[in-house]
């Protein structure tokens, strides 16, 4: 079972930036970055293999990078140009075999929130 722990979510104004983490408990193949908002189906934001391999939902292509530090097996999401409609709850997923925004990740965090306001 792998253990994913979420940070650095928060309250941040049309325009802004915020950097999320994720902290794994162990190394995956793949890494990944969800968002649901109320009322919403969970949204795909970007996954990033083992060896640095990138996908982005076009929501956020050009505003928001994600990278991982294999050796403290944390993941990061640096999300720029953030807009009221980037307000979700973000969360870390991970998965041992697969790697695109499609995939049905096995491993999930909890979550931290992310409020953008116009």
């Known amino acids: 079972q792998v253990q994913l722990v979420e940070s650095g979510g928060g309250s941040v104004q049309a325009g802004g930036f915020l950097r999320l983490s994720c902290a794994a408990s162990e190394s995956t193949y793949c890494m990944g970055w969800f968002r649901q908002a109320p009322g919403k189906e969970r949204e795909g934001v970007a996954t990033i293999t083992i060896k640095g391999r990138t996908e982005y939902a076009d929501s956020v292509k050009g505003r928001f990078t994600i990278s991982r530090d294999n050796a403290k097996n944390t993941l990061y999401l640096q999300m720029n140009s953030l807009k009221p409609e980037d307000t979700a709850m973000y969360h870390c997923?991970?998965?041992?075999?697969?790697?695109?925004?499609?995939?049905?990740?096995?491993?999930w965090g909890q979550g931290t929130q992310v409020t953008v306001s116009s």
């Open positions: 997923a991970a998965d041992r075999l697969f790697c695109l925004l499609r995939t049905n990740f096995r491993y």
